[in-house]
């Protein structure tokens, strides 16, 4: 799932070595391994070779496959892949690892083919540092090419090389969005180069709007000298003219009404002269909507699946119960509902007012009356009529499927959070979690990336956020301290979508298990868990206390070790003193009692001592309590439970 995005991926090696080294990641990411025939003997799964040169063999790679990483000499692959290389919006990513294995260096297609993040993933798999050279990387900024990506954004026209050199410089852009979530402003680094207040003097501007900016602005200092409206192209010939560049979100849904029998050429032109006449950029289009009853209609499904725009039908009685500026009671009479294109834009777009009304469209009709009132007749020499509406969403269309990684962030130490982890979080869209487990894990942070934190006793609206930013089309790393699904977030989330009637598939949902709390506990103090054990949490906020005391007999009476999770706060002061009554009645008093607070960290704390005297430390939140079994010692300051081999 982590790397979905880059299938499919090849990885190229010319020695065993570095084939080694690559291997692990082909199993991780999918990847397929192409050695020469010479390294026949190698037995690796996913493993190709390859017949004659390297450099025709690449060449035959560069088209099939979206992301090729390499473990060879960075020399040689730039060697390699420069006869190949044409525009970096449809190149592949390239990466490669050093062949010691310590740095993995984004070469080319570092922003729309993901070279960076995908340099970045590979990195957290192998143990190795990313190397990015790019300037939006330096900035901690998103690159202006691919700001929008997470959100489905479509580019436009303009002069990208030239807002994103503004960029590098460090200068001012302008930022003037009229559609679309504004979400990403949101989680911009300080001293970052956007400007949103329309004020100051812009080195570049970048418009993010459903409509079409066909024009260049003078400098602030040159309007009106006369230089008027000028064409994105005037901007290389014309000094006095800040480069522009646009993105437009998927936020128009077009309402369609039509014949049974209309072409896919007709409605086709329908749609594309009403974005014409009213300025709207057709790659802001998120989706059709209709009547139920045109669900099957061939014209209409033909265009959707050409173009890639989603289908989207309403039953009559819900169009009907829409107010519009046009009803037609002819319309009515024939399919249930006096409007069809109009209404259907509406409730697609969540909206009470169209962007535009109704327009009609017909071929040629022998003795054909004038069109309805409210409408524009056009003749076009297609089969068929169409009624074409559109209306503007607040919220985009993203055209992608959400994703859900519930991490387990383990101690609170990087180098103590398994790679799957690490490279989860570095995926996602957006992170959210507790504040000081966010705070542990800054490092895996990438430019663009959203990060939510919200506090300690707010685990259910991080699980609804994550929920509804997935539903959205975002990828959201949900992240606990610990493990995920031990007292973390894996399980709330889970009832969550369960709540929510989830069909187990959309949005996608995975586990990235972490290091738990007692087990970095116990690696601290010795070996206190190699018999039979068990957790206990001590909080009773969402467990009725007498529940809780009722499982500290058992475990206390079954000869348990156990761990204390959440054993004191500030206000719940007695819950610890009843669980060491409890066991004191079934284990002796110099029971090896281990108190553990902030494993790994850097305040970390680690205590052994009794049963009968633990009370006597200070225990918060942060700490576990490990209490030992019947036959748990303590040897030279390591505690110890015997499994049972020496008898």
């Not at 116990?522 to 018999?531: I, K, N, Q």
Request: net charge negative.
């Amino acid at each position: 799932m982590l790397f979905n995005d880059f299938q499919p991926i090849a990885a190229i090696a010319t020695t065993a070595v570095a084939a080694q080294k690559l291997q692990s990641l082909c199993q991780t990411a999918g990847a397929t391994l192409w050695v020469p025939e010479s390294l026949n003997n190698l037995k690796f799964k996913q493993v190709k070779f390859y017949k004659g040169s390297l450099k025709d063999h690449i060449s035959s790679l560069w088209l099939q496959n979206r992301a090729l990483v390499f473990c060879l000499a960075t020399g040689a692959v730039v060697r390699l892949i420069a006869p190949l290389l044409e525009d970096k919006s449809f190149d592949p990513a390239v990466v490669v690892v050093e062949q010691g294995g310590r740095f993995v260096i984004s070469l080319c297609s570092s922003h729309q083919g993901g070279a960076n993040q995908l340099a970045q993933l590979v990195a957290h798999q192998l143990g190795a540092v990313p190397i990015l050279t790019g300037a939006a990387a330096d900035l901690g900024i998103p690159g202006i090419d691919v700001l929008g990506v997470p959100f489905g954004w479509c580019r436009g026209e303009g002069d990208w090389t030239g807002v994103s050199a503004a960029a590098a410089r460090g200068e001012s852009i302008e930022v003037i969005q009229e559609a679309g979530s504004i979400l990403w402003q949101s989680h911009l680094r300080e001293g970052h180069p956007f400007d949103f207040s329309a004020s100051g003097d812009p080195k570049a501007r970048i418009w993010i709007s459903s409509q079409l900016k066909s024009h260049q602005t003078p400098l602030e200092g040159e309007k009106g000298k006369g230089e008027g409206v000028k064409d994105f192209q005037d901007n290389i010939q014309n000094p006095l003219l800040i480069p522009e560049v646009q993105w437009h979100p998927r936020v128009l849904w077009v309402g369609i009404g039509c014949e049974r029998g209309t072409s896919k050429e007709l409605l086709a032109t329908a749609i594309e002269q009403t974005c014409q006449q009213y300025q709207l950029a057709t790659a802001a289009i998120a989706a059709i909507a209709t009547i139920e009853l045109k669900a099957d209609e061939v014209g209409l499904v033909e265009l959707c699946r050409e173009r890639n725009w989603p289908l989207q039908t309403f039953p009559a009685e819900v169009l009907s119960s829409v107010s519009v500026p046009n009803p037609s009671q002819i319309v009515a009479k024939e399919v249930g509902t006096p409007s069809v294109a109009e209404a259907a834009a509406l409730v697609a777009a969540s909206s009470e007012t169209l962007l535009v009304s109704k327009q009609i469209f017909r071929s040629p009709i022998p003795n054909s009356t004038t069109s309805e009132q409210g409408g524009n007749d056009k003749i076009l020499n297609y089969q068929g009529a169409v009624t074409v509406a559109i209306a503007q969403s607040e919220l985009e269309y993203t055209g992608r499927s959400g994703q859900l990684f519930l991490v387990g962030t383990g101690p609170g130490r990087l180098d103590q959070m398994t790679p799957a982890a690490q490279t989860a979080v570095t995926k996602a869209d957006a992170v959210i979690g507790y504040s000081l487990y966010i705070d542990l894990i800054t490092g895996l942070g990438r430019p663009g990336q959203i990060i939510e934190a919200l506090p300690i006793t707010k685990e259910r609206q991080r699980a609804q956020r994550a929920i509804e930013l997935a539903e959205w089309g975002l990828s959201v790393a949900v992240i606990s301290s610990g493990d995920c699904g031990i007292y973390g977030m894996a399980g709330l989330v889970l009832e969550e979508l369960r709540h929510l009637g989830w069909d187990g598939k959309k949005p996608e949902v995975q586990l990235f298990p972490g290091i738990s709390a007692l087990q970095a506990a116990a690696s601290r103090v010795g070996a206190p868990l190699m018999h039979d054990f068990c957790a206990i949490s001590l909080s009773d906020l969402l467990t009725p206390w007498q529940v809780i005391e009722k499982r500290l007999e058992a475990a206390a009476q079954a000869d348990f070790v156990t761990a204390l999770y959440n054993p004191q706060s500030r206000k719940r002061t007695q819950q610890i003193a009843i669980a060491q009554n409890i066991f004191l009645k079934y284990r002796n008093p110099d029971t090896p009692v281990a108190i553990v607070r902030s494993a790994y960290r850097e305040e970390e704390q680690v205590t052994l001592t009794t049963l009968d005297k633990f009370l006597n430390l200070p225990i918060d939140m942060l700490s576990t309590v490990l209490i030992g079994n019947q036959s748990t010692d303590i040897y030279s300051d390591w505690m110890i439970t015997p499994r049972g081999y020496l008898g």
